[in-house]
């Protein structure tokens, strides 16, 4: 019955044909347009029909395959649609790659897990499906085994097409490259395309463990060739052989503006489905947003950002499920941003819901390196759970940077507070680095309600041969060592003025890391910070006090807790005064506190040095010195 109405169909559409060359002789009709075409797939089968294209999806033997459907729809103008009346079918490929070369084509399964495009019986090195035209969907299917990748969506004949596709309920798993693969041109070509809601390298939602027929064998979405405004949301990246989603800028042209939100990229309760690499590489890139996404169980880092620029990161949760119910750590960092990358923001200075939570993973939270520049976190949780309590440590520094300059954390307008909290390690660790800056809004060692104590393992804040770093945050307390450390002997000019800090295993500023150096007889010695003299009480009347600093230096005054010159001692900022010339100082102190209540810090002596904390002063006796303790 199906080929007679097909043979009436062609009759009649010949008939017309005629009557075109008789009104009009000069039309022509070599290829015939048919508007709003709509193709229903009746056969497993992958043969196509010999002739040219008319507008009837026929093989030839009376049944409409899927090839015929998409030779049909790219002859055809108009929006088209191809839909299959099959149930539940596998279409096995024999015949070589799908090419949807033209505009406007729906290609729908009906529902995910009930159309599957298997591979299985293609040449090696051959993908399953290329979208190369534009404006396309590819909507609820299963693409399974691919030879190499398992769909292609961009401009493969570099003429600047492929452009605004649309990937979206699809499983693509089992490809020995990648699950996807979007790919740009010089000719601005590949842009706008989109992935969503879609499974990549697991065979379905539920899954919860990777299964060798599920995983594709390279990365699980790949993009490439200056590939702009891509978009990937609500989709599960999982299982990868390489990267879970690879941003490629390299050699032929960097990706702008690729988005990547709210996904889940390598994780599940049971950190069981990791990505073999990174769960994010970004190489190169300008602009790329990765927004509101789960990143964990991968077994390299979660994010690892090389090279690129104008990046932002923000609303994630990365090593931890988004209620930090379960640990699901990155094998290294969480968030890895070298290779001269510049220009990144890791959450928000203004906005509570741009907040990252980094916790958990095997190595730092944050790691920044290479010659990467102009780096920015802002308002996240880095070792704490996300009620801002409960310690889920990483296992190395909250935040590290090494070999890198303008890193800045929580900028000095910003209202959102950021907690760098119970990592085994460092709060944050700077190496050969200058210019990083940690203000007011970074809170180290407490919890988030800014009070209960959730000491870093070491460190609040180690510095090692760096320079001219800004340290003013809020509070650095109950950290397993000092407060903050400066070791090194190139390490110089760093600001280090701490509104509190208190509590900790250490001094609460030490230079040398080494316990309390006591003055020497001037300055300009060998040692980090030039191992500045502290300030020195020579008169106290009641509120009133003065004494001696270096020349013409600025004596920073801080409410005293405990010793300051010994472990676990500290301060509060109160007020500052500046010194003459000669080094003499005097201060009137605020409510009612004297020369005993105080600690004092000195800054100067060279761009921005500063002291270690003074000892508490004994009047009549000067200062009291405390020696250390010699177990012998």
Known sequence: MAANHNLIRLIVRSMIVVALVLIAPGVNVSQVAYADASFVVNSTDDSVSSGSANGVCDNGSGVCTLREAVKEANAASGNKTITFSLGTATITLTQGMLVISADNITLDGGALSTITLSGAGLADGTSILRVQGGNNQILNLTVRASKWNGIQVGDFAGVGSGNYNLVSNVAVIGSVAAGIYVHGSAESGGNGNS??????????????????????????????????????????????????????????????????????????????????????????????????????????????????????????????????????????????????????????????????????????????????????????LLGLHSNGTALIPNHLAGVAVFDSSAVVLSAIDATTQQFISGNTREGVYVQNSSAVSIYYNTYIGVAADTVTAKGNGREGILLVDSTLSSITSAKVDYNGLAGIAVTGNTSSGNYILPYEVRSNGGLPLDLGNDGHTPNDSGDGDTGPNGLLNYPVITTANGSNIGGTVCASCTVWIYEAFGNPAGNGGGGAYLTNTSADPSGNWNAALPGGLTAADVTLIAQGGGPNNVSEMSPIYVAGGGHRVYLPVVRR
């Open 195 to 380: 992935i969503s809601g879609s499974v990549i390298g697991a065979p379905n939602w539920s899954a919860n463990m990777c299964v060798s027929w599920a995983s594709n064998g390279l990365d699980g979405v790949y993009i490439d060739g200056g590939a702009d405004d891509t978009l990937i949301s609500g989709s599960r990246v999982v299982c990868s052989g390489g990267n879970g989603i690879y941003i490629d800028g390299g050699a032929s042209g960097t990706n702008l503006r690729t988005i990547i939100a709210t996904s889940d990229i390598g994780t599940n309760n049971m950190g069981m489905m990791h990505n073999f690499l990174s769960g994010i590489f970004d190489r190169l890139n300008t602009g790329t947003v990765i927004h509101d996404n789960r990143i964990g169980g991968n077994l390299y880092s979660g994010i690892n950002l090389y090279g690129s620029s104008q990046t932002e990161i923000y609303g994630n949760t990365i090593g931890v499920t988004e209620n930090s119910g379960y640990v699901i750590p990155n094998g290294t960092e969480g968030i890895l941003v070298s290779d001269a990358s510049h220009d990144v923001a890791v959450g928000s200075a203004t906005d509570p819901s741009y907040r990252n939570i980094i916790s958990g993973n095997t190595g730092s939270g944050v790691s920044i390196e290479s010659g990467s520049y102009n780096i920015f976190l802002n308002g996240n």
